[in-house]
């Protein structure tokens, strides 16, 4: 009951102030409807809010969470993909110019996914977990390949980051992505929250590294 009580506290202070001052933001978004230029995939983790960290307002940013920001392949004659078809709106819909994947330290998802290969359980907790994290297993080959680090921190962190660049190829395994980007109109970025120092690291592909984005 605290947390909902301090909930109400927050909504309060939207209706009072947040949301007055932003009331002709709201009108124009609902008369000319939402235009944003980003789209971003992130976690689901209470610790990595996109909007919080980048400071955006409503409209600003089209955004999908799902446990570990991960992206599938295209696969159109799978289950329900919820994460696909955000991805298809926000590209064939909305025409976004930018899609952002934001992983994160600390991360929960890899870390069930890390605790089944070299874990003490054989028998996995989250049913539905494990099977969504299944789609770590190129990224995690790619990293066994390249020499996975002995320490568990290092180990979590490397496949965290190696897992953004996986969902960044399955980005362009989209048809619709790929013609976006040969066209020029659409740019794809990776990036990695460091929780504890408030840190965006950004992916750069040509070096493979993360380097701390620079913020002036
Ligand atoms: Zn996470």
Same mark, same amino acid.
């Given at each position: 009951?605290? /947390?909902?009580?301090?909930?109400?506290?927050?909504? /309060?202070? !939207?209706?009072?102030?947040?949301?007055? #001052?932003?009331?002709?933001?709201?009108? =124009?978004?609902?008369? /000319?409807?939402?235009?944003? /230029?980003?789209?971003?995939?992130?976690?689901? =983790?209470?610790?990595? %809010?996109?909007?919080t960290?980048? *400071?955006?307002?409503?409209? %600003?940013? !089209?955004?999908?969470? *799902?446990? #570990? *920001? +991960?992206?599938?392949?295209?696969?159109?004659?799978?289950?329900?993909?919820g994460?696909? $078809?955000?991805?298809?709106?926000?590209? @064939?819909? +909305?025409?976004?110019?930018?899609?952002?994947?934001?992983?994160?330290?600390?991360?929960?998802?890899?870390?069930?996914?890390?605790? &089944? +290969?070299?874990g003490? =359980?054989?028998?996995?907790?989250?049913? !539905?977990?494990?099977?969504?994290?299944? +789609?770590?297993?190129?990224?995690m080959?790619?990293? $066994?390949?390249?020499?996975?680090?002995? %320490?568990? %921190?290092?180990?979590?962190? $490397?496949?965290?980051?190696?897992?953004?660049?996986?969902?960044?190829? *399955?980005?362009?395994?989209?048809?619709?992505?790929?013609?976006?980007?040969?066209? &020029?109109?659409? $740019?794809?970025?990776?990036?990695? !929250?460091?929780?504890?120092?408030?840190?965006?690291?950004?992916?750069?592909?040509?070096?493979?590294?993360? @380097?701390?984005?620079?913020?002036?």
């Open positions: 009951m605290k /947390r909902i009580s301090s909930l109400m506290d927050g909504y /309060r202070l !939207f209706r009072s102030q947040t949301f007055p #001052a932003q009331r002709q933001l709201y009108r =124009d978004l609902v008369e /000319r409807g939402q235009s944003p /230029r980003v789209m971003i995939v992130a976690c689901c =983790d209470s610790r990595v %809010d996109p909007a960290i980048l *400071n955006t307002r409503p409209g %600003d940013l !089209f955004m999908v969470r *799902n446990v #570990a *920001n +991960l992206v599938p392949p295209y696969e159109p004659h799978g289950d329900y993909h994460t696909s $078809a955000a991805l298809e709106f926000a590209v @064939t819909g +909305l025409e976004v110019e930018h899609v952002i994947v934001l992983g994160h330290a600390y991360c929960g998802g890899v870390k069930a996914f890390l605790d &089944g +290969l070299y003490a =359980d054989a028998e996995p907790q989250y049913r !539905f977990i494990t099977r969504w994290m299944s +789609l770590l297993r190129p990224a080959k790619g990293l $066994a390949k390249a020499g996975t680090p002995h %320490d568990a %921190d290092d180990r979590q962190r $490397a496949l965290e980051q190696a897992s953004i660049v996986n969902s960044l190829a *399955n980005l362009e395994s989209f048809p619709f992505i790929q013609a976006r980007l040969k066209a &020029g109109t659409l $740019a794809l970025h990776g990036a990695w !929250f460091d929780i504890e120092r408030g840190l965006l690291l950004e992916y750069d592909a040509e070096s493979g590294a993360y @380097t701390p984005l620079e913020a002036d």
